[in-house]
T-cell receptor, first 118, second 115 residues
Framework: GAGVSQSPSNKVTEKGKDVELRCDPI?????LYWYRQSLGQGLEFLIY????????KSGLPSDRFSAERTGGSVSTLTIQRTQQEDSAVYLC????????????????FGPGTRLLVL | AQKITQTQPGMFVQEKEAVTLDCTYD???????LFWYKQPSSGEMIFLIY????DQQNATEGRYSLNFQKARKSANLVISASQLGDSAMYFC????????????WGAGTKLIIKP
């Protein structure tokens, strides 16, 4: 079946502009995750959703970052008033559930959105 | 303290040899899951193998196996018969507990397979 998709694949924006990044998870996956990866670094967790609910938003770097998920499916990560330090690859992943073993909790990743803030 | 430690920033291995990538973790929670992912230069993050803290046997997935030593809090990835296509970054990650569902990631190991 179809994997996780993300759009746009690349985004160049000017400092101060708002951007929206979209994630379409694997059908039937209830859990959805957003990560950020700076060049040559590991992944930084941002937020996860169980259904449409995000129980813990403490991973978001600042109040300029927000995320929502509607219909238990598509999620949007919004960055307001972008700064140059926001430049990174934003990765989305989904899993069948939050925990429960190999088949439930393995996260499958999308190809990412490469964001460049000039 | 680092939750996930990958001590090898980079490794060179001859094609067809086996390779072990180190990962140690730190948690006091009895319930956790350990993952290995591969990230080629194309950037996609590919799931390789999973080990649950209550799993009795070491996980295996094709050429990948996980050397899980619970008492030592070690979860090393073993790749048998390495191939040129195995050249990539490899990340170890942990899902800790049942109330915190983020994955905690190591810094990664860059593996280069030499022909």
């Amino acid at each position: 079946g179809a994997g996780v998709s993300q759009s746009p694949s690349n985004k160049v924006t000017e400092k101060g502009k708002d951007v929206e990044l979209r994630c379409d998870p694997i059908s039937g996956h209830t859990a959805l995750y957003w990560y950020r990866q700076s060049l040559g670094q590991g992944l930084e967790f941002l937020i996860y959703f169980q259904g449409n609910s995000a129980p813990d938003k403490s991973g978001l770097p600042s109040d300029r970052f927000s995320a929502e998920r509607t219909g238990g499916s598509v999620s949007t990560l919004t960055i307001q008033r972008t700064q140059q330090e926001d430049s990174a690859v934003y990765l989305c992943a989904s899993s069948l559930a939050l925990a429960g073993g190999r088949y439930q909790e393995t996260q499958y990743f999308g190809p990412g959105t490469r964001l460049l803030v000039l | 303290a680092q939750k996930i430690t990958q001590t090898q920033p980079g490794m060179f291995v001859q094609e067809k040899e086996a390779v072990t990538l180190d990962c140690t973790y730190d948690t006091s929670d009895p319930s956790y899951g350990l993952f290995w992912y591969k990230q080629p230069s194309s950037g996609e993050m590919i799931f390789l193998i999973y080990q649950g803290s209550y799993d009795q046997q070491n996980a295996t997935e094709g050429r990948y196996s996980l050397n899980f030593q619970k008492a030592r809090k070690s979860a090393n990835l073993v790749i048998s018969a390495s191939q040129l296509g195995d050249s990539a970054m490899y990340f170890c990650a942990m899902r800790e507990g049942r109330s915190n569902y983020q994955l905690i990631w190591g810094a990664g190991t860059k593996l280069i397979i030499k022909p």
